[in-house]
């Protein structure tokens, strides 16, 4: 249960970061958090002869949010994302799913740009990341590319992030006017491996009917699923919505996998239950949030 | 392969550290073995059971799934910094002892540093301590095998007493 031993850089820069990266290339891997990594190394699992810590880089530890979203540095904490009272004004969805991801104490190191890229298909942020449509930064020697959630997620534990590159931060879009969003898992206890996990978004029109319904599912498929509901939904107000209709349209498209915590067909089960949890808790609250815009709809909200 | 040592200089306790050790030296095991600060405990060396708690800059981490290098220059607090330095017991020890909220105590050093800064941050969030809901959310990551956890949340709630009666004592709360 000890580590193996590995060549340690600790840059004091993004661009020093990059030079390392770019020399080390496939045996090299960054370090953030490691809340992920380092179990894997001391189990042997993992063994890169490389670990570049992004802790002193520098320019990492940015949290900004405007009312266009949020936007997470490679270094930022997840329990600083879940505490933070502007993050929660304006994407509200982080702080319920980051209240899922492992316990406390282990996100006060853990960090969110991370866990994107440690691309767990059970990890909670990258089904967010996948349903809101966000973002991750991505930049390496002399480039800069901007990926979206549905391209950078490659496979089970694994981004597209080519060995050179470094990912420094990610962009999770504000929740829009008259929305709603909700989370929901099952796992054996709180805090383990999600055995389903459900991350939805409601919009409602201008007369407060459902425009649009999205679940991202966790631990359904080697990527986060994305299934867009809306047709489902039947376009009535949330109130008046049968959301089980979404729960059996979502059964029907889903190709849960069999392991050892779930058959594929109770994971099924429970993505079905999970829909309907999350899309009837979305759009309760879009209905709340454009109950109380009053007329300016959310706007003042914002 | 033969491995770079590095000179590690932190704070502990309050107290400026330092020792040599290699890159991949858990911080667990710097406590340990290179402090000889046995307080610290290692149950899983993966992150599950909570024993190797300590406060890294205030806030609890698994010091198991952190690296000692990556510690340079911060400031670590372990169980045996959490009483006086008469070797009296803190606030969150003394309730643990009047709750009885640990049998063996292999997984009491964990728990007592979690403890401490859960009802640290309630507290310096203007309340009295954690409500019930907080303490099951704070002591989630924390296993014990033992006591069935009833007398630790008790307990929990039994320290932020004690806090606070300490802190009138001193004046500096109402």
Known sequence: ?302 | MSEDVYEIRLTVNGVPRSARAPARRLLSDFLRHDLGLTGTHVGCEHGVCGCCTVLLDGAPVRSCLMFAVSARAHEVTTVEGLGGPDGSLGPVQRAFQECHALQCGFCTPGFLVAVTALVRDARAAGRAGPTEEEVLEGISGNLCRCTGYQNIVKAVHRAADLMAEHGAEDGGEP
Request: one cysteine or more; charged letters at 20%; proline letters at 6%.
């Open chain 1, 1 to 302: 249960m000890k580590p193996p031993p590995f060549t340690y850089h600790s840059p004091s820069s993004v661009e020093e970061t990059l030079d390392v990266l770019a020399e080390t290339g496939t045996d090299g891997k960054v370090l953030a958090g490691g809340q992920s990594l380092i179990p894997l190394m001391n189990m042997r699992l993992a063994a890169p002869a490389h670990l570049i810590d992004i802790n002193g880089a520098g320019g990492l530890d940015v949290l900004r949010t405007s009312d266009d979203g949020v936007r997470v540095g490679a270094t930022v904490r997840q329990a600083r994302v879940e505490r933070d009272a502007e993050v929660f004004r304006v994407q509200p969805l982080l702080r319920w799913a980051t209240g899922f991801v492992a316990h406390p104490v282990v996100r006060n190191r853990g960090t969110v740009v991370g866990s994107l890229a440690h691309a767990d298909p059970a990890g909670e942020l990258p089904a967010v990341l996948a349903l809101l449509d966000g973002t991750i930064e991505v930049v390496s020697r002399g480039a800069r590319r901007t990926v979206t959630g549905r391209d950078f997620f490659a496979g089970p534990l694994e981004s597209s992030l080519e060995p050179d590159e470094l990912a420094v931060s990610a962009f999770f879009p504000a929740l829009p006017d008259r929305a709603g969003a909700s989370f929901a898992e099952v796992a054996r206890r709180h805090g383990d491996f999600a055995v389903c996990g459900a991350a939805g978004l409601v919009e409602l029109d201008d007369d407060l009917r459902v425009a649009a319904a999205r679940v991202a599912y966790v631990s359904v498929g080697p990527n986060p699923v994305v299934l867009d509901l809306t047709e489902a939904c039947g376009h009535r107000s949330p109130g008046a919505t049968d959301w089980t209709r979404a729960a059996d349209a979502a059964r029907g498209r889903l190709d849960p996998g069999a392991d050892i915590h779930a058959s594929a067909e109770y994971r099924r089960h429970l993505a079905g239950v999970l829909t309907a949890r999350v899309l009837g808790e979305a759009g309760a609250r879009a209905h709340g949030a454009a109950a109380s815009g009053d007329g300016a709809h959310s706007g003042a909200l914002r």
